[in-house]
């Protein structure tokens, strides 16, 4: 401490910023200070003022590191009053936030949303056959199974429990040279996930910064349906970089990609393009195109956002059949035109993911740049 210190009674930004390192933040296991956390200190007189700002205005330890942050900085001697302003990180500053995941995610190269608007299309289908297309091209793939309420990356792909952790990080399981992770491996196959959506926040948050992903070209997420907690907390915390949407053709499932597509616009998250499922159907007999789910509807809504149409799949009793057996179709059936179909979207996917790198920086080209 220095002489004009004890001068002002004391009380020195220095002194404030150690006491608050006695604040953890209890998911992320690391002080409030060394997070990033600690935006501001203002000393007037015996009063100080912090600013906290987390990473979510939902975060559902917020009251718990106020009255902690208030806690420790009162104690210091020459304090006689601290305030403690909580305020949350939006969409736009993504690239700010580092630290929470320089450890898990710094080897990243491309996050990519998988998302729907609607249940029941085969976005979890298309993230798995996408990802190891991805990986057959010769690329480094993870996949992160966001769905909480209905996790299905086990059942199609038969992956293990994580059995493995580097410091503080679990290592994620590999199945098919794919690294993956789901709320699945930590929880009974029956066991119905009831959350409430800061307690789901939670645990996004622990799979986006308490995973090692070590060096990967691809990170698929596979969002759960809607547009709702889940939705937001990845887009704010994650630097996703692209989002895949998947609808089927009919126009009750057109609505609600419409909303996804409206989502990741608003969350400035580019679209890379349109996966339609359920295309058609050929039959044995004629091998015509049958439209059972009617025709077009991807590339309408393509058309509609001017995105691109990444990819038509075709109805094949195999899609089903592999992936109730843990096996991706693009590895078990290589040859079925679904698995072409899915190989080419892949391919699809890696061009736009290129294109849009290509055309900004990226968020995480600026968190290198952030860290040396």
């Known amino acids: 401490m220095g002489i004009f210190d004890r001068f002002k009674g004391g009380i020195s930004e220095d002194a404030v910023r150690e006491a608050l390192k006695a604040v953890q ?13 600690v935006k501001k200190v203002d000393i007037k007189g015996k009063k100080v003022h912090v600013v906290v700002e987390l990473t979510t205005p939902a975060c559902p330890v917020k009251e718990q590191l106020q009255a902690q942050c208030r806690e420790v900085v009162e104690a210091l001697e020459g304090v006689d009053e601290a305030h403690i302003e909580m305020t949350a990180q939006t ?5 700010t936030i580092p630290d929470l995941v320089k450890e898990a995610l710094g080897g990243v190269k491309s996050i990519i949303a998988v998302a729907s608007g609607k249940g029941g299309v085969g976005k979890s289908t298309s993230t798995v056959n996408l990802a190891y297309g991805l990986a057959q091209a010769g690329s480094k793939v993870g996949i992160l199974d966001a769905d909480i309420y209905g996790p299905s990356m086990m059942q199609m792909t038969k992956v293990g429990k994580p059995e493995e952790t580097r410091g503080q990080l679990i290592v994620p399981p590999q199945f098919g040279g794919v690294k993956i992770i789901s709320v699945g ?3 009974e196959a029956k066991q119905a996930q009831m959350l409430r959506g800061p307690m789901v926040a939670q645990i996004i948050r622990q799979f986006l910064t308490q995973i090692d992903w070590g060096e990967l070209d691809y990170l698929l997420i596979d969002y759960p349906p809607g547009t709702g907690d889940i939705q ?4 704010q915390i994650a630097p996703i970089t692209g989002a895949v949407v998947v609808t089927t053709p009919q126009e009750v499932a057109l609505i609600d990609v419409r909303k996804a597509i409206s989502m990741f616009d608003t969350l400035k998250v580019p679209v ?4 339609e499922t359920m295309s058609y159907f050929i039959c044995d007999g004629c091998e015509k195109k049958h439209y059972i789910f009617r025709e077009g509807g991807g590339r309408r809504v393509a058309k509609e ?8 799949i075709p109805i094949e009793p195999k899609v089903a059949a592999d992936s109730d057996d843990g096996k991706p179709l693009v590895i078990s059936s290589p040859d079925s035109i679904a698995a072409k179909a899915y190989l080419d979207a892949a391919g699809q996917v890696a061009a736009q993911q290129s294109i849009v790198s290509s055309q900004s920086e990226g968020a995480l080209s600026h968190f290198k740049l952030e860290w040396e």
């Open 91 to 95: 969409p736009k500053r993504r690239d």
């Open 25 to 37: 933040d209890p998911d992320l296991h690391r002080d409030i200070v060394s997070l990033g956390f």
């Open 305 to 312: 956002h001017g995105l691109p149409m990444i990819g038509e």
């Open 272 to 275: 890379l393009g349109v996966v």
């Open 232 to 235: 937001l907390t990845l887009s």
């Open 185 to 187: 491996m930590f929880t």
